[in-house]
């Protein structure tokens, strides 16, 4: 650090907020200077320019120094770079964890299937297994899947969901087994309360908190490299939290972990140590920067009120530890290569918004093989995903820089507001009772239902257009390979494990006893018997925003391969000048709804004015859906006649592109059955085109549900 100052604007006469703002005011031409500021999710301003004369200067902070908003190290030298392990074939699995440790990885992450998330045995039912992660039931099958990995050397996280005491168990047993108590490095991921409001535990949340509080008494007292507990705003997010949300929700969670570690012993420096936090990152770079700073802010002001209640130095604390993962929901399977950029600028902004760690997807991560069989990512999506943060890192070099973002009044100012929109939330869940209670009360779904309500009605209207998927769609995109998984193998092999797993008996129920019983053999499932308990609430829904939208391409896809693809006329109005423009939109709309876009436009002069030639070439196409793309001034004169001749020539729904707001009435009291324009409800229009087609039923279905929340 340096505190010498540089005077890089010294050489350019200084300029003034209202300066500026006159200047832009008559660049706008009589447009509202309003149109410029623009509203996140949260309901906090965007504007175009910020200064010290609107926000005040930047607060005096130092990188490495409460409250940690510029980041928790003085300087920095990189930050952890993580792959998620998801493949069902164990032998596979350890060959990919070794590659990815060997060729630029750091640490690596441990995903359960579905049936080992909810610690069920596979010979009592196969359901589940090998979906969504690997069958790790067991110590032996742990060991295999880390056989080579050196954990003094490369943390190994767990995701278990649900089985998060049993996972723990299965960890903490292995690192016993490979005598490495006091150098292993491991997170072991519990996070009871996600868990709970995510998938669903198989015990009341209250017996979660204990059993987590035992297991990360028992790492703390035992494991010195380990942390146990990992606060993730990953469900809350696949469920349509917006930033503030995720924020007052990590708080929230963070105050509930930290009651439960101190109820089982545990000084709150000792307590904070085995806390770990986790947030996601999508493709609104700004927003994302600030949620992370915003994130290290807040959990400090946490870590100090528990700190002076309790009578404990604040100098004895750690700091936050913050990283960041890609967030599902923002990835598609419709023109997945596009994913590639959405993983690039999410680690962009993870990194410059100071995550410790970052997690990117695979570009196939919302992809499933075309048969509907279980497919694990391909060698190459692995590599692109890692190769995105060793490029930045390597090339980019934006890993040197303490908070580059520090100092931007833009950043500064949306930090400082998000803050304290999470904060205002988070009193509130505390005043409700804190989380569980706000939970059981009905607020989380609540709340998490109207942002996702809000956000969805936004990706509908293209306010926040999805490139590949709402806006500049590929209708004849080749499909990406994916490897596929020999299910009934991975099936088999976990039964016949199962099979030869030791029966063992738990007679306590303390965290010494789940460890030693792993250590002899003891299954998952095994271990839910032990720790008891039954399914204790409803999962959140996991919805993916380009979903809707993809579900009636898939419809549209379907009726093609039964059949031939759909056609939608663009009946162009008059010469190219005049309706190219409107064309160009309408064609992009109809091609995001599955539809091959066929035009009028090329004819001769004396037909582009001609209702009967583009009747004409309604049928010749095939076609029975028609858009009429013209200028302003040409419509009240041609639109009736082309309607007309359209109708009669078997269009079975005409949609005009413009601005019903801007034509006269005559045009907007039934000539046409709809309207086309920009901030249009598109999914609703493109509904109710499959509608007028007859393929109602699956494309209405299909989207509603993709907005149900299926994965």
Known sequence: ??????????????????????????????????????????????????????????????????????????????????????????????????????????????????????????????????????????????????????????????????????AASLMLAYLEEQGEQATAQAELGMDPLAAHHGEGLWCAPEDALRQMAALARLTAQRFPRVSAVTVSTRNYSEAGATDAEELALLLATTVAYVNALLEAGLELPRALGQLSFELTVGTRQLEDIAKLRAARRLLWRVFSVSAEALGVSSGALPAPRVRACQALR???????????????????????????????????????????????????????????QLILAEEAHVGRVVDPAGGSHAVEALTSALAEAAWSRFQAIEAAGGLLAWSRAGALSASLEAARARRERAVARRQLPITGVSEFPDVNEAPVLLPQVDLKAVIRGAQERAASAPEVTLDARDAATWVAAARRGATLAQLRVALGGEPSCAALPRVRLAAPFEALRDAADARARAGARDKVLLACIGPVAEHTARATFAKNLFEVGGFQAVSTSGLPPEAELAPEAAAEQLKAHGARLAVLCGSDARYPQHVAAFASALRRAGAARIVLAGNPKLLPAELTSGVVDEFVFLGVDVLSTLTAAWQALGGAQQASESAQSALGGAR
């Open 330 to 388: 923002s990835v598609t399977q419709r023109d997945p290569w596009v994913n590639l950029l959405r993983g690039t600028l999410g680690g962009f902004s993870a990194v410059v918004g100071g995550a410790e760690g970052v997690t990117l997807l695979p570009f196939t991560a919302a992809l499933s093989h075309p048969d509907g069989s279980v497919s694990a990512p391909s060698e190459l999506a692995r590599r692109l995903a890692r190769n995105t």
């Open 1 to 166: 650090m340096t505190d010498v100052e540089l005077p890089l604007a010294s050489e350019f006469p200084e300029q003034t907020y209202a300066a500026w703002r006159q200047r832009a005011e008559q660049a706008l031409r009589g447009a509202s200077f309003d149109k410029l500021t623009s509203l996140t999710v949260d309901g906090l301003e965007l504007r175009p320019i910020y200064a010290p004369e609107l926000d005040g200067e930047a607060p005096d902070e130092r990188p490495g120094a409460p409250p940690f908003t510029r980041g928790a190290w003085p300087a920095r030298e990189g930050w952890d770079i993580r792959s998620r392990l998801v493949t069902p074939n164990l032998v596979q699995l350890n060959q990919e964890a070794l590659a990815e440790l060997n060729q630029g990885a750091t640490s690596l992450e441990l995903c359960w299937d579905e049936a080992g998330r909810a610690a069920k045995d596979p010979r009592e039912s196969s359901e589940g297994v090998g979906v969504g992660g690997a069958p790790l039931y067991s110590v032996a099958e742990l060991s295999q899947a880390l056989s080579g990995v050196l954990l003094p050397l490369a943390p190994v996280a767990l995701d278990a969901g649900g089985a998060f005491a049993g």
